[in-house]
C-alpha cells in the first residue's frame, strides 16, 4: 500500500496534526477509527478568537485557534479542530468530524463534514467535501463536489493497475494532493485519489481511482449555433 501512503499525496512535515497518518498504511485510513482516536485525545477544547453574534456552535467540543474569522450564519458542529488564521464565511456548515490545519476558507454555503484540511485548503464557493482529505494549498473551484457514498451503499473500492483495492470504507470521498486545483463544477465520485498538482477542467466528472502527480483531466464539449427565425441562437 506504500503508493497511496500519505506522504505521496502531502508535505506532512510542518502540519501539527501530522499524527493522524499512519506511515506506510493508506492515506483514507485517517478518515475512520484514526480521526475518532485523534479526537477523543485532544486536550485543547477552547476558542481563542472572537465569535461574533450569529454564529451557531452546536453538538460536540470545539477549538478555535488564534486570528481565526468567523462570519455570522456560520454552523459549527463539533468536534471540531479550527487551526489559526482560517476563515468560515456566512452559510458555511462544518458538521463535525473535522480538523483545519492553519489559513484554511470554507467558503459561503459550503460543506464539510468527516474531513482533514491541511494548511491553506480552501472550499471557498458552495462545495461539498464530505469524508475527504484537501491537502496543502488545495483549491475547490465553485461548487466543486466531493460525493463520499455510493448510491448502492457499498463500500468504496477502485482499481489501480488492474488490482480491484479495497478501502474498508462506506463513506469515503476523495483525497486531494498538495497543490491540486478543480475547475468550477468538477465532481469527484466516492473514491478518487489526486496526487499533487492535479488539476481539472470546469464540469469534469471523475471516477474513482488513482490520478498520478501533475495530471491535467480535460473535458471536450461540442457546441452548436442554430439560425432560428432569422436570428443566431447561441
Known amino acids: 500500500m506504500k503508493p497511496f501512503a500519505a506522504d ?23 478518515l475512520g477509527d484514526a ?40 454552523v459549527l458542529r463539533g468536534p471540531l479542530i479550527v487551526g ?21 476558507v470554507v467558503g459561503a454555503h459550503s ?7 491541511l494548511d491553506g485548503a480552501h472550499a471557498p464557493h458552495q462545495n461539498y467535501v464530505g469524508d475527504s482529505i484537501l491537502g496543502r494549498n488545495v483549491n475547490l473551484g465553485a461548487g466543486t463536489i466531493l460525493s463520499n457514498v455510493k ?9 489501480h ?5 479495497k478501502t474498508g470504507l462506506r463513506k469515503f470521498g476523495a483525497v486531494l494532493g498538495d497543490e491540486c486545483r478543480t475547475g468550477c463544477n468538477t465532481v469527484l465520485n466516492p473514491g478518487v485519489l489526486m496526487g499533487p498538482g492535479c488539476v481539472t477542467y470546469p464540469g469534469v466528472c471523475l471516477r474513482s481511482g488513482y490520478y498520478p502527480a501533475g495530471t491535467l483531466v480535460k473535458l471536450r464539449q461540442v457546441q452548436q449555433q442554430v439560425v432560428l427565425n432569422g436570428r443566431l441562437q447561441k
Not at 111 to 117: F, G, P
Not at 161 to 165: C, H, K, T
Request: aromatic share 10%; charged share 25%; net charge negative.
Open 84 to 104: 489559526e488564521e482560517c476563515e468560515i464565511r456566512t452559510g458555511a456548515y462544518l458538521r463535525g468530524r473535522v480538523i483545519m490545519g492553519r489559513h484554511c
Open 111 to 117: 460543506e464539510v463534514k468527516s474531513a482533514i484540511l
Open 151 to 159: 448510491n448502492v451503499g457499498h463500500e468504496v473500492t477502485f482499481h
Open 161 to 165: 493497475q488492474e488490482e480491484l483495492i
Open 8 to 30: 505521496n499525496f502531502f508535505t506532512l512535515s510542518d502540519f501539527d496534526h501530522a499524527a493522524l497518518f499512519a506511515p506506510e498504511r493508506p492515506v483514507w485510513e485517517a
Open 35 to 74: 480521526l475518532d482516536a485523534y479526537l477523543a485525545g485532544w486536550n485543547r477544547w477552547e476558542v481563542l478568537s472572537p465569535i461574533p453574534e450569529g454564529v451557531h456552535l452546536l453538538g460536540g467540543p470545539v477549538f478555535i485557534g488564534d486570528h481565526c474569522r468567523i462570519d455570522p450564519g456560520a
